[in-house]
């Protein structure tokens, strides 16, 4: 697709990555992304992809601005409490981003909802929605960016089970919920961590949809904030997983 003076200026430093180019633009250009979760990792991650050149992002959320939220849910201000995540979110993506279609889900995605994205992103903060995702995904044969933050620390992963063979699933990562699962309202999280993780989560979506270096895929990346310290961990596929095994 040929792309406008406008968009080639907006992405001249990423035409000038050989990794990148012109032929990454426009895959950028013509990609479709979902984005579950509109929050501390949805949200800066959308950013990011909108102001890439992403053709069309869609964002599932059904939450209104919470105060609460504006101390590391960075896409919203003091002014957009009390409105839907989803609206505000799209009018700060559509500002910068003038071409990217978004499109508004205001409701709590479902496994029985279609997802219009060819690469899946989730930035939800359950573990049921987590694991309807990955199924999803492992059944449609696609990608799924997945990135978690509580306290200091935070995890980014890519989950591709559905596109390659052998390659582990989020389920063989975690089969079940954790029984004293911890979040982020109960025993907080550090503000910049949640943007490191949603940062390298749009680094991973760009990845996939360019093809520039190889994605976290077998790998779950953990960030520690106090040290300052993260490590790439290896993941294999479980052959008992019910997901991806079967």
Not at 4 to 13: C, G, K
Not at 93 to 99: K, V
Not at 186 to 206: K, R
């Amino acid at each position: 697709m040929a792309l406008t003076p406008e968009q080639l200026e907006r992405q001249s430093r990423h035409i000038l990555l050989k990794e990148i180019g012109g032929p990454g633009v426009q895959k950028l250009a013509a990609a479709r992304v979902s984005i579950v979760g509109a929050g501390a990792l949805g949200g800066p991650c959308a950013m990011y992809l909108a102001a890439a050149g992403v053709g069309e992002i869609e964002l599932w959320d059904a939450d209104t601005v919470d105060r609460s939220n504006l101390q590391r849910q960075v896409q919203f201000t003091e002014v957009d409490t009390g409105h839907l995540k989803v609206d505000r979110l799209a009018e700060r993506l559509n500002a910068s981003a003038p071409d990217c279609g978004i499109i508004r889900q205001a409701r709590r995605w479902s496994e029985a909802d279609a997802l219009s994205g060819d690469v899946l992103i989730d930035g939800t903060d359950n573990f049921e929605t987590r694991f309807a995702l990955n199924r999803v995904a492992h059944a449609s044969g696609r990608p799924l960016v997945s990135g978690a933050a509580t306290r200091w620390s935070g995890q980014v992963s890519v989950f591709a089970s559905g596109v390659e063979t052998g390659q582990p699933c989020y389920q063989c990562f975690v089969p079940e919920a954790p029984p004293m699962a911890e979040a982020c309202e109960d025993v907080g999280v550090v503000g910049p961590v949640t943007g490191i993780v949603a940062s390298h989560m749009a680094l991973e979506a760009m990845k996939i949809i360019t093809g520039a270096g190889r994605p976290l895929m077998g790998q779950v990346l953990i960030l520690d904030g106090l040290s300052g310290v993260s490590r790439a961990v290896k993941l294999r596929q479980d052959t008992d997983c019910p997901v991806c095994s079967a």
